[in-house]
């Protein structure tokens, strides 16, 4: 199978911009997260979606949203670019069926850098 | 925040010794996962542990939980330049509406040196 696949791999944007980041999960996994990555925070929890609806929501202020597709692939979107924004988006697929939070699969990220 | 704390933040060793990672969290969880991240790439899961189990072996990898004080260890044995990465520990919470994220705490840069 095919892993978790994000695009694109590397941004670059200035500060009031906004931007649309994509997650194609693994084939079957119907459970998408993303995680905010930066040196000083470490990773973050962003929000998870389930079949389409989201379940879970990190600390994070109303301009990071996101949405999922009847597909299961994921986007998330960043309105109004801040430099503390400048960090490593991962998307993450699970093949959750109840329970626990189970294993996740973790796509490369994207880099996203704020001027 | 961060519910998982690992320690040492930085481990530096020689190819062959064995390597050993602390984690510790705050609340009650329903499992506990160990993942590396070669340096600045996605995460790679190792290895899984579930509250009610004490030891968990996966090829040189053995996984340790205390939960009475709220603590995990990774072990890597024989370790090798290729495991030169961040190691994250992750907990899985044990609250309603919880469970279908993981808290991952900062890391443990580990170094094999050849």
């Known amino acids: 199978k095919a892993g978790v696949t994000q695009t694109p791999r590397y941004l670059i944007k200035t500060r009031g911009q906004q931007v649309t980041l994509s997650c194609s999960p693994i084939?079957?996994?119907?459970?998408v997260s993303w995680y905010q990555q930066t040196p000083g925070q470490g990773l973050q929890f962003l929000f998870e979606y389930f079949s389409e609806t989201q379940r879970n929501k990190g600390n994070f202020p109303g301009r990071f949203s996101g949405r999922q597709f009847s597909n299961s692939r994921s986007e998330m979107n960043v309105s109004t670019l801040e430099l503390g924004d400048s960090a490593l988006y991962l998307c993450?697929?699970?093949?959750?069926?109840?329970?626990?939070?189970?294993?996740?699969?973790f796509g490369p990220g994207t880099r996203l850098t704020v001027l | 925040s961060q519910q998982g704390e690992e320690d040492p933040q930085a481990l530096s060793i020689q190819e062959g010794e064995n390597a050993t990672m602390n984690c510790s969290y705050k609340?009650?969880?329903?499992?506990l996962q160990w993942y590396r991240q070669n340096s600045g790439r996605g995460l790679v899961h190792l290895i899984l542990?579930?509250?009610?189990?004490r030891e968990k072996h996966s090829g040189r990898l053995r996984v340790t939980l205390d939960t009475s004080k709220k603590s995990s260890s990774l072990l890597i044995t024989a370790s090798r330049a290729a495991d030169t990465a961040s190691y994250f520990c992750a907990t899985a919470a044990n609250s309603g509406g919880s469970n279908y994220k993981l808290t991952f705490g900062k890391g443990t840069l580990l170094t094999v040196n050849p």
């Open positions: 542990i579930r509250s009610n189990e």
């Open positions: 993450a697929s699970s093949a959750w069926t109840g329970g626990d939070a189970n294993e996740q699969f």
């Open positions: 609340t009650s969880i329903n499992n």
């Open positions: 084939s079957g996994h119907r459970s």
